[in-house]
T-cell receptor, first 115, second 112 residues
Framework: DQQVKQNSPSLSVQEGRISILNCDYT??????FLWYKKYPAEGPTFLIS?????DKNEDGRFTVFLNKSAKHLSLHIVPSQPGDSAVYFC??????????????FGKGTKLSVIP | DAGITQSPRYKITETGRQVTLMCHQT?????MFWYRQDLGHGLRLIYY???????DKGEVPDGYVVSRSKTENFPLTLESATRSQTSVYFC???????????FGNGTRLTVT
């Protein structure tokens, strides 16, 4: 049972345009959400996060939107740059069934920004 | 340099062998994690630790053993490697439960 879903394995966007990466979750216990960016042969790096008490968080060109009722979040990158080409992972944190906390990742979306 | 380092970067081993992947962080972060990344599965949590001598299972713990005798080290041992354990393994640390994870650069393990 996949609790964090990134339904688009890949996305191509022209340089300068907006990139929108989507993520859906099923576990209502998730209360903190993060986006990570990963280049080949490197570990993921933290990009931006949002708590469930907010519906938007912005950091420079990156904005994350959270729609709790739809259990959906999205990452907007404006404007997109070639250096943004990477795999983006959505992750969610919350109490697991065992009562402990775990960070659950989606499968990732590969973003290609075309110059 | 401060950070999180994994060793080795690449490892080839045979089925049935024991292999240990090392992870060391210099931030004194309380939490440490082991993930594996496989095509079609993304990142899956193997084990995590909230503090020295405290470890807990993640989503895919079978076939793995961890220990955390010191805050800065979190080794992952495959007691008897199987081909299904061929993967890229990432270690990560964080200051607290909701702090962002800092990942190492990974260990690519191949089991033949």
């Amino acid at each position: 049972d996949q609790q964090v879903k990134q339904n688009s394995p890949s996305l191509s966007v022209q340089e300068g345009r907006i990139s929108i990466l989507n993520c859906d979750y099923t576990n209502s216990m998730f209360d903190y959400f993060l986006w990570y960016k990963k280049y080949p042969a490197e570990g993921p790096t933290f990009l931006i996060s949002i708590s469930s008490i907010k519906d938007k968080n912005e950091d420079g060109r990156f904005t994350v939107f959270l729609n709790k009722s739809a259990k959906h979040l999205s990452l907007h990158i404006v404007p997109s740059q070639p250096g943004d080409s990477a795999v983006y992972f959505c992750a969610a944190s919350g109490r697991s069934g065992a009562g402990s906390y775990q960070l659950t990742f989606g499968k990732g979306t590969k973003l290609s920004v075309i110059p | 340099d401060a950070g999180i380092t994994q060793s080795p970067r690449y490892k080839i081993t045979e089925t049935g062998r024991q292999v240990t992947l090392m992870c060391h962080q210099t931030w004194s972060h309380s939490y440490m994690f082991w993930y594996r990344q496989d095509l079609g599965h993304g990142l899956r949590l193997i084990y995590y630790s909230a503090a020295a001598d405290i470890t807990d299972k993640g989503e895919v713990p079978d076939g793995y053993v961890v220990s955390r005798s010191k805050t800065e080290n979190f080794p992952l041992t495959l007691e008897s490697a199987t081909r299904s354990q061929t993967s890229v393994y990432f270690c990560a640390s964080s200051e607290s439960r909701n702090s962002p994870l800092h990942f190492g650069n990974g260990t690519r393990l191949t089991v033949t």
